[in-house]
């Protein structure tokens, strides 16, 4: 049965994959190899908590012991502890190591573990249909253990989303406590131990725990990342965990059975520098001495870039904004919302105008042209939600998802930052949608009516968007958003030190904190799986210019958005299931 796109003549590549993995293998072997102790993982005390069954889906959170380093600043002792959601079939094997596979995935640019909630869910449910019973753990960077969730876990237990909006800003207690204010880089010494090393690390001791046995890992687990995720996928591949270049029972890539990069690529070389010795020493003695140099500045505090801080629209402000809209549409998803009258920030306003904005004339006089600001509309909560995060209504296409429509009055078009019909434009109008993605973008014209949200399987009629074009649910979206402990949906410190490393390994450094990145793209040796996003312009850029394996699997998503190739609804318009955890699975099927 046909899910949709398909790319022939790119499949089923995995005999002459594994022929080249032994290939590889064979010429990374030491001249005098001997026999390798098997590695033993340092993680301790793993603990799991039941979350919730959902459609035939467990829900729970594993986590494990894994102190941070002795010189590490002073941390409360969640940060002392690594984990994952864990996702498996209801009444299926209890023990990861007796499942038919297991998807490790690392999360996107600021995203916590839930961002993966959808994806996870709908990929464990089309396996089982396959008939492979499989795990899929959506992993939760350390840095994790900074969220704030005090509010969300409150309004959760109240059913008011003002709880936790007015104890986020509006100075209210909870059992006696007042949020103290978002932190700074100033006050986030600790995310300098929590870079890529650190993600890499926590990652491999969980793997190794749960499936002590190797040949067991190289045969079960699919490693993949969404975005930035795969990327930190690639390093993960290649990297040497115990820093001894004789062994290698302990590389990452000898710890999956195959590679799955979702709307992105999974790669520490995607230029192939490392094939050319004059370009990996030029690069090496050029990179390495700048990665040094810039942590440092991270270290000593000179360089105050430890989080996204107050930038907007993707600040430590703006995610919680967009976290909060989607409490408020999960708790109270058709009343007038209030969410943006206890809020009166700065940081928030700039948010606001940026995600907003009718034009730029809109922008640049604060709505005084005539077109308003989004303070001077009426909407349903789940209505306020789409206008922030939709297709057809956000401005910034990295956080858009196709969720439905904006109804109940009169739109007219977006032009900010830039009309759609740009991206119509052959050859650079794919580029286009790196700002506001391609589709027509609408915002309300009339002050009075309270504006409502059909979703995303009621948009027959709608003449701006089609079914076709909206592929998530938002009632599953706002639950996702408005989740608290032990993960929120978007990290609320994220470490820009993730990205830093991520930098420093694509431009090539290989010395320094770089130095066990020792092998070169051997994910690529392995059975490789990409799914991209139909309305996202990785495709083209990722895609294009630095194309997969030969003998990938590649797949598009009609329709979908980057964050849709995560989260996506169980069951698309065409009655068909969600195209990202089917193709996943029937790739897994492939293997197993």
């Known amino acids: 049965m046909k899910y949709g796109v398909r790319h022939r003549g790119r499949r089923n590549g995995w005999a002459v994959t594994a022929a080249l993995a032994v290939v590889a293998a064979a010429a990374l072997q030491p001249a005098t190899a001997t026999a390798e102790e098997p590695p033993v993982t340092v993680a301790t005390d793993r603990q799991e908590q039941q979350l919730a069954t959902r459609d035939g ?278 009343a007038e919302s209030q969410l943006l009258a206890h809020i009166h920030d700065p940081e928030v306003e700039a948010t606001l105008t940026t995600m907003f904005g009718q034009s730029w004339a809109a922008v640049a006089t604060g709505g005084a042209n005539g077109e308003g600001t989004i303070r001077d509309y009426r909407f349903t909560n789940t209505a306020l939600l789409g206008t922030f995060i939709d297709n057809n209504s956000g401005n910034f296409a990295l956080l858009q998802q196709g969720v439905g429509a904006l109804s109940g009055g009169p739109v007219q078009e977006k032009t900010f930052p830039n009309p759609a019909v740009v991206t119509q434009v052959p050859v650079i109008g794919n580029y286009m949608r790196m700002s506001a993605g391609p589709q027509v973008r609408v915002a309300p014209t009339d002050r009075s009516v309270l504006y409502t949200w059909r979703n995303y399987n009621d948009v027959v009629g709608v003449p701006w968007t089609a079914p076709n074009r909206e592929v998530a649910d938002i009632r599953e979206v706002a639950r996702q958003l408005g989740t608290g402990a032990p993960f929120a949906y978007w990290e609320t410190y994220f470490p820009l030190r993730v990205v830093v490393d991520i930098a420093a390994a694509l431009g090539g450094a290989r010395g320094g904190d770089m130095v066990n990145l020792r092998y070169h793209n051997m994910s690529r040796t392995k059975p490789y799986f990409v799914v991209y996003a139909g309305d996202s312009v990785v495709q083209y850029g990722v895609g294009n210019w630095l194309p997969a394996p030969p003998t990938a699997q590649i797949e598009t998503l009609p329709g979908y958005t980057h964050v849709d190739s995560i989260g996506a609804a169980a069951v698309q318009n065409n009655g068909k299931p969600d195209y990202s955890g089917q193709y996943l699975a029937e790739f897994i099927r492939g293997l197993t």
């Not at 002590?212 to 045969?219: G, L, V, Y």
């Not at 699919?222 to 975005?227: A, D, E, H, L, N």
């Not at 140099?293 to 995610?319: E, N, Q």
């Open 57 to 334: 889906i467990a829900v729970s959170y594993v986590s494990f012991r894994l102190p941070l380093p002795a010189n590490a600043p002073a941390h409360p002792e969640s940060c002392d502890r690594a984990g994952y959601l864990r996702y498996r079939p209801a009444g299926g094997p209890e023990q990861s190591r007796d499942a038919d596979a297991v998807v490790v995935q690392q999360q996107g640019f600021g995203g916590g573990a839930v961002n993966s909630d959808g994806v996870a869910a709908n990929t464990v449910r089309s396996a089982k249909s396959l008939g492979r019973s499989i795990e899929f753990w959506a992993l939760g960077r350390r840095s994790s253990c900074l969220d704030e969730t005090t509010g969300f876990d409150e309004a959760l237990r109240t059913g008011n989303y003002l709880d936790a909006v007015d104890y986020y800003f509006g100075g209210k207690p909870i059992d006696g406590r007042i949020f103290p204010g978002f932190k700074t880089s100033a006050d986030l010494h600790l995310l300098d131990v929590m870079g890529a090393e650190r993600v890499l690390r926590d990652q491999y001791e969980m793997m190794l725990h749960e499936m002590p046995d190797q040949a067991a890992r190289q045969r079960k687990y699919i490693c993949t990342g969404i975005s930035m995720g795969g990327m930190v996928t690639g390093m993960f591949s290649d990297w040497d965990f115990d820093g001894n270049p004789a062994t290698q029972s302990d590389a990452g890539f000898n710890q999956c059975a195959a590679f799955a990069a979702q709307d992105t690529m999974v790669s520490s070389d995607p230029a192939a520098i490392q094939n050319t010795p004059f370009f990996r020493d030029i690069t090496d003695a050029i990179v390495g001495p700048a990665n040094g140099a810039l942590k440092a500045g991270f270290d000593s505090g000179l360089l105050p870039l430890r989080t996204l801080g107050p930038t907007p629209v993707i600040g430590t402000k703006a995610m919680m904004l967009y976290r909060l809209a989607g409490l408020a549409a999960h708790l109270e998803p058709d």
